[in-house]
């Protein structure tokens, strides 16, 4: 009965990396293949992020700096989750796996969200508002 346990546990864990990898890999294909329809949407964060110089227009070269980290870090990330998993670590899989989808995510929504709340609060400060980010 144990046994069975434990192996259903591997299971779900084994099930959880490869959506984790499959997302990484699909994230990296879709960057070399599709920049041109993902481009303008990844590139302005990128760029923020790694403090390079990155255009959404046009197709970059392979190994230019915040290029090469939109591919080359979700597929590193793969393979390091994958080695970890060999060696039993399934926590440190799962959040090795985790590192570059959540980065990715955080950048993207810090760059378009949160920007927009500091253009208010710039704005507020002009017209002399008190700011609703600084109001406690």
Not at 86 to 92: A, E, G, Q, V
Request: a negative charge.
């Amino acid at each position: 009965m144990t046994s069975l346990f434990y192996e259903e546990k591997q299971w779900e864990q084994q099930t959880m990396l490869r959506l984790l990898v499959c997302i990484n890999i699909c994230f990296s294909l879709a960057v070399l293949v599709a920049w041109h329809l993902i481009g303008e949407y990844v590139a302005e964060p990128a760029t923020i992020v790694a403090g390079g110089a990155l255009s959404g227009h046009g197709r970059p070269e392979l190994f230019e700096y915040p290029y090469v980290l939109l591919w080359s870090g979700p597929i590193v990330a793969s393979f390091l989750g994958w080695c970890a998993f060999s060696m039993k670590r399934f926590s440190l899989a799962r959040h090795i796996c985790f590192y570059p989808i959540v980065l990715f995510a955080l950048s993207y929504f810090w760059n378009t969200y949160f920007n927009q709340i500091l253009m208010l609060e710039s704005l507020f400060a002009a017209i002399d508002i008190p700011s609703p980010v600084n109001f406690f």
